[in-house]
DNA sequence: CGTGTTATTGACCAACATCAAACTTAGTGG
DNA sequence: CCACTAAGTTTGATGTTGGTCAATAACACG
């Protein structure tokens, strides 16, 4: 780990470093990067739909979601971030957001300026592939999500949102075991998961009847990792992680899925 | 246009043009690319899911999609590429596939190594810079496609993905004008709107009882672009064209969604 | 202790799925 | 040019998941 880093810093470092291989030099870099720190609020826009923002956003405390408005009032949340994601790394090289940021809890970012990181990307090439590599497995979870919504049921979506939610914030090292704590409400899963609150909160007790989970409040607990695994029919390779970043107790229960085929085909 | 250029080479520079603006020198170094071409029949896989391809694949002819299948045989379409797209650059940053590429008409493509790409990106960062965008691009229309698997009606869907293909395949030249035909099967098109065939053919039969659309055995028409948009909640922000890209026939129509915000939040 | 947020419950409903059959259309070969 | 076939479209009857609405209960926080 860079010596010199800021724990803001060190949470990017992480967290790039979970999917891709940053050298020392790199790290050296992106400690150097200035970043300009704000605290939050719950329910505040961090970044709104339509904006051009001239900086990108790191999350270092709390919990983000990125999210769009249609008509009617409804809305869909994209994808949940936690401490250590750049949620609109994309602002770089898409001039308009095409989505707002929020959060769904208290928190805090710090903010880097785009012209800092396209220096970083022009004097670190291979920083700057981590970053085009993070942009790249952000679409795969958005992939990954269309899947979900598209062709799962309301039991398996929530499972599967639970199963992601507890490997990324184990591999960014933010909680200490497969039984995680999140602060999400109900309402917050439905938007995410296109389901009603009601809706959810009775999909909830199914997976607690069954013993896989634990709620309090709004903190949740994985009771059966394995079964909740199964539950919502997940695997985690769309996450792209160095298989070195997969923590142990969590690299069964993935239950395998039929590849179709192997090699490269030309 | 780059002098020199195969057509095949004209398809990506067009498509890259389309989103970014490109050099005359980044048009010369595409123009150099190295390209294997090969044909397909309906329904053959490009690439599977689990495949470490070596290759990026361009279309340039035919229809592709990317796709996933989950368990109990379903299956959901991710993203339609019609010639121009590299449905699969991001293989480029991530090993392994998360999702497989089939044809959903005969068709080809050629394919270019990644050795030849990278080297693309090393000497030319603003053709770089336009590819990285491309996947960014990439990742929008998977939100987009994420609100409307999430929140919207079979009969919005329906309509925003004609409304989404219309402004693709205008941009990209490959029709004339706001009416444009597209040979899926309702099949095609339920896997990509999350819903089954049976269901789409009756909201097809609705889009047409009002003259939105008319199809005639897997072509489809559209008669009426304003209100297929309304139908549709379509607003082609999204696809974060260049202004000078987006087709006159095709400016308007789409409804202005009221922005919520302006300006940018440090 | 009050007040606003979140969770829970129940009755009822709508959108879309399922299943199965019939009908069209586009090729294909004789 | 016609019969044959396979693929795709259309229709109807029926079922299920998840939505809607509205009220109540449980918390959390000042």
Redesign the pocket.
Known sequence: MSQDASPDHQRLIRKLDVASNLTREDRTAIARLPLISRTFD?GEDLVRQGDSPKHACLVVEGVVCRHKYLSRGRRQILSIHVPGDMPDLQSLFLDVMDHGLATLTPGRAVFVPHGALRDLIRHSPNAGGALWRDTLIDASIFREGMAGLGR????E?LAHLLCELAVRLRTLDLVGGPRFQLP?????F?DAL????????????DLRREGLVR????LVQIEDWAALCVAGDFDADYLHLRAEAIPPDLQDGAPVRPTQGQGTRL
Chains 1, 2 share one sequence.
């Open positions: 719950k799962r049921t309301a039991r979506r999400l409400t109900q309402s917050d439905a296109g389901l009603t609150n009601v809706h959810v909160n009775r999909v909830f007790q709620t309090q409040g709004k």
